[in-house]
């Protein structure tokens, strides 16, 4: 088992930064890829990034890539997301998870957090 618990959510206005950590614990952190995800309301839950388990390879959404930046330190056993000139349509909770694969499939990933809110202001 491996749990998950994200941070750094909250309200920002357009433009701004935030970012989000996910911190783990129970199995090695570092046998894992992790991913963000997020979910609007009313939407289904849609892949952001992921970073492989030593952290030598990432991806990205298309939507994100240029703004986001997935990382991860593992002596941390946490994985961070950096949003810089987040928009109002990127209003979600977003989600880390980890999985045994590298890849941007939801049905790939074993374990979840909880969430944490991100609401992107005019």
């Known amino acids: 088992q491996v749990q998950l618990v994200e941070s750094g959510g909250g309200l920002v206005q357009a433009g701004d930064s935030l970012r989000l950590s996910c911190a783990a614990s129970g199995r090695t952190f570092s046998n894992y890829a992790m991913g963000w995800f997020r979910q609007a309301p009313g939407k289904e839950r849609e892949f952001v990034a992921t970073i492989t388990g030593s952290g030598g390879n990432t991806a990205y959404a298309d939507s994100v890539k240029g703004r986001f930046t997935i990382s991860r330190a593992n002596a941390k056993n946490t994985v961070y997301l950096q949003m810089n000139s987040l928009k109002p349509e990127e209003t979600a909770v977003y989600y880390c998870?980890?999985?045994?694969?590298?890849?941007?499939?939801?049905?790939?990933?074993?374990?979840w957090g909880q969430g944490t809110q991100v609401t992107v202001s005019l």
């Open positions: 998870a980890a999985s045994r694969f590298f890849g941007r499939a939801v049905n790939l990933y074993d374990y």
